[in-house]
T-cell receptor, first 111, second 112 residues
Framework: QKEVEQDPGPLSVPEGAIVSLNCTYS??????FMWYRQYSRKGPELLMY????GNKEDGRFTAQVDKSSKYISLFIRDSQPSDSATYLC???????????FGEGTQLTVNP | NAGVTQTPKFQVLKTGQSMTLQCAQD?????MYWYRQDPGMGLRLIYY???????DKGEVPNGYNVSRLNKREFSLRLESAAPSQTSVYFC???????????FGDGTRLSIL
């Protein structure tokens, strides 16, 4: 079993939709969670970095962690075609320790 | 400001050949990383360097060596390439070492 599971998609939504991207994890020691965005043929870029359970908002993006169910979510409001990318979630046991990545979910936002 | 620069962008090797992947960052970051990305596997850490002169193995170090030449540069060497090392390789850097922040655009490596 992979430590971090993501549905690879592809997920296709119309412009303006609210997008929900999800991950599950099995390692109870994870305390830190991240989301990276990766455009085609590019390297990942860090979007969100959260600690423990709860929500964190940054503009149109909201990261949510539910440690009781081992569930990580990224919500994108008012989605734009420029949000079309692959989104990678990751977990980390302690600050500075190795990240464990999911395989990513491919998102397409159609104009 | 180039960020993290990787060379080459593409490479095709034959089994048994050697090569070095180059990475340089211009952000004065202490920490640097090498990852590989394979379909269905996600990003996996090969080696990590917390600072100039130090390196540590990651999740999949077998078949690779690294050199932290100076604060800017972190190279990855395949001594005897194998088809299982066909992958996209990413270098990353971090100011704090807490997590990789800035990635290069990758080197696409095929080994026949």
């Amino acid at each position: 079993q992979k430590e971090v599971e993501q549905d690879p998609g592809p997920l296709s939504v119309p412009e303006g939709a609210i997008v929900s991207l999800n991950c599950t994890y099995s390692n109870s020691a994870f305390q830190y969670f991240m989301w990276y965005r990766q455009y085609s043929r590019k390297g990942p870029e860090l979007l969100m970095y959260t600690y423990s359970s709860g929500n964190k908002e940054d503009g149109r993006f909201t990261a949510q962690v539910d440690k009781s169910s081992k569930y990580i979510s990224l919500f994108i409001r008012d989605s734009q075609p420029s949000d079309s990318a692959t989104y990678l979630c990751a977990g980390q046991e302690t600050s500075g320790s190795r990240l464990t990545f999911g395989e990513g979910t491919q998102l397409t936002v159609n104009p | 400001n180039a960020g993290v620069t990787q060379t080459p962008k593409f490479q095709v090797l034959k089994t048994g050949q050697s090569m070095t992947l180059q990475c340089a960052q211009d952000m004065n970051h202490n920490s640097m990383y090498w990852y590989r990305q394979d379909p269905g596997m996600g990003l996996r850490l090969i080696y990590y360097s917390a600072s100039e002169g130090t390196t540590d193995k990651g999740e999949v170090p077998n078949g690779y060596n690294v050199s932290r030449l100076n604060k800017r540069e972190f190279s990855l060497r395949l001594e005897s390439a194998a088809p299982s090392q066909t992958s996209v390789y990413f270098c990353a850097s971090s100011e704090t070492g807490i997590l990789p922040q800035h990635f290069g655009d990758g080197t696409r490596l095929s080994i026949l």
